[in-house]
């Protein structure tokens, strides 16, 4: 089992930068794909980026490709969302989500098993 807890959320202006976390317990977590997920006032939650166990591989929804990068440190149990040139339609609440997956990545949030408490993003304009 995989417990999940978001950080670095908070108020920025358009065009600044935030870094969010997702630091993960459990000595299984190198084995699980790990997608963020964000859900805006009155949205449904929808697919931001997610990353494979290793690593190696990474995805991104249009609306964030060349603005947002996904990383994992796996010696620290974290994954990363780095998120530049904030717009306000960014404006969400960002979930990290994890599930044991050797192969690719989910995009639904249905698929993933596990899943953190959230932390508000805000992006003035």
């Known amino acids: 089992q995989v417990q999940l807890v978001e950080s670095g959320g908070g108020l920025v202006q358009a065009g600044g930068s935030l870094r969010l976390s997702c630091a993960a317990s459990?000595?299984?977590?190198?084995?699980?794909?790990i997608g963020w997920f964000r859900q805006g006032p009155g949205k449904e939650r929808e697919f931001v980026s997610a990353?494979?166990?290793?690593?190696?591989?990474?995805y991104y929804a249009d609306s964030v490709k060349g603005r947002f990068t996904i990383s994992r440190d796996s010696a620290k149990n974290t994954v990363y969302l780095q998120m530049n040139s904030l717009k306000p339609e960014d404006t969400a609440v960002y979930y990290c989500?994890?599930?044991?997956?050797?192969?690719?990545?989910?995009?639904?949030?249905?698929?993933?098993?596990?899943w953190g408490q959230g932390t508000q993003v805000t992006v003035s304009s």
């Open positions: 990353i494979t166990w290793s690593g190696e591989n990474t």
């Open positions: 459990g000595r299984t977590f190198s084995s699980y794909a």
């Open positions: 989500a994890g599930k044991p997956l050797y192969y690719g990545v989910r995009y639904l949030a249905g698929e993933y098993d596990y």
